[in-house]
Nanobody, 121 residues
């Protein structure tokens, strides 16, 4: 099994910046894609950004130019640098990883417990 633990959520003023981290641990053979999602109250969980093992990134239109996803392959960690934050960015942010626990098991989808980001003055 793979465990994902997010950190870095906080209360920040509009226009501010925040960096989220997500560290994977447990039985890890290989991590493929890693991603960040967010879920605002009363809304569905939405994709924010993804990064493949090879470094290809994709972003939701709402965060392009403001957020940057990065990862440290050796540390099994993914980051989300968030700049120019807006009140509408307020949500619980979840880390997601597609990973194999062993060489012989199929890849599975794993989720962290989430970290709260609140953008408010």
């Amino acid at each position: 099994q793979v465990q994902l633990v997010e950190s870095g959520g906080d209360l920040v003023q509009p226009g501010g910046s925040l960096t989220l981290s997500c560290a994977a641990s447990g039985s890890i053979f290989r991590i493929f894609d890693m991603a960040w999602y967010h879920q605002a109250p009363g809304k569905q969980r939405e994709l924010v950004a993804t990064m493949t093992r090879g470094g290809t990134t994709t972003y939701a239109d709402s965060v392009k130019g403001r957020f940057t996803i990065s990862r440290d392959i050796m540390k099994n960690t993914v980051y989300l640098q968030m700049n120019k934050l807006k009140p509408e960015d307020t949500a619980v942010y979840y880390c997601n990883a597609v990973a194999k626990s062993t060489e012989w098991t199929s890849a599975q989808n794993y989720w962290g417990q989430g970290t709260q980001v609140t953008v408010s003055s």
